[in-house]
């Protein structure tokens, strides 16, 4: 799986005091989950942040943010992805971690296998 494993880092360093984060390979890279709920994922070299429906009109009025778009062209109505330029800064790395984290309670979880 190639992933910016840099970036993995910079997202391991920020939910470091966080209880209850675990990693998952998925979508062509690692997922973070907290609190048994997917929160933020590096998919190649970009954030995939759960970040919620409310969010996600503001969020999508930047030009580095796009929505995340599952199977069978169907819009995800919470994760959207950030490409590099949204995140240089570490005050805009810092605010996707915090819209992800703000709406990581409201967030359900996905069924058990």
Known sequence: ????????????EALVHWPDV????????????????MC???SENELLCRIG???????????????????????????VYVSEEGFLRQKDFDHWIKLALDFNPKAKASKKK
Request: proline share 2%; hydrophobic share 40%; net charge positive.
């Open 22 to 37: 675990e990693e998952k390979e998925m979508f062509r890279g690692v997922c973070f989950m907290v609190n048994g709920k």
């Open 1 to 12: 799986m190639a992933y910016n494993t840099k970036l993995a880092d910079r997202v391991r």
């Open 53 to 79: 429906a409310e969010q996600m009109e503001a969020a999508l009025e930047n030009n580095y943010v796009r929505q995340m778009v599952m199977a069978r062209d169907k819009p995800s109505k919470d994760f």
């Open 40 to 42: 933020v994922c590096i």
